[in-house]
């Protein structure tokens, strides 16, 4: 079954940082595009950043950019979320799924291969 992995959420007071891992299991993401997304309590969930392995090309929503950073590790093993200045706005539980669409403008699906999420809390 092909599904990403997330890990790397946890506790973290207001203006910590955090580095989210997506890891895929069962097929790999040499011709993926692979995108982070988050629900927050309450709330619909929501895009944050894509990135395109093929030609690095990523793109982040107006609410992630600034302190939101994608990145893939050199083995395109696992893609990566550094989130920075956190912010109890930023309390959410964050998944990753591969992308249709993903490049510097455009970010968007069909989405597959969902993982279960990593949660994020920010609380002081």
């Known amino acids: 079954q092909r599904q990403f992995v997330e890990s790397g959420g946890g506790l973290v007071q207001p203006g910590g940082s955090l580095r989210l891992s997506c890891k895929p299991s069962?097929?790999?993401?040499?011709?993926?595009?692979i995108g982070w997304f988050r629900q927050a309590p309450g709330k619909e969930r929501e895009k944050v950043a894509c990135?395109?392995?093929?030609?690095?090309?990523?793109y982040y929503t107006d609410s992630a950019k600034g302190r939101f950073t994608i990145s893939l590790d050199g083995a395109k093993k696992a893609v990566f979320l550094q989130i920075g200045s956190l912010d109890v706005e930023d309390t959410a539980v964050y998944y990753c799924?591969?992308?249709?669409?993903?490049?510097?403008?455009?970010?968007?699906?069909?989405?597959?291969?969902w993982g279960q999420g990593t949660q994020v809390t920010v609380s002081s």
């Open positions: 069962g097929f790999n993401l040499d011709f993926e595009k």
């Open positions: 799924a591969t992308s249709s669409y993903c490049g510097t403008y455009v970010f968007e699906g069909p989405y597959e291969y």
């Open positions: 990135i395109s392995p093929s030609d690095g090309e990523t």
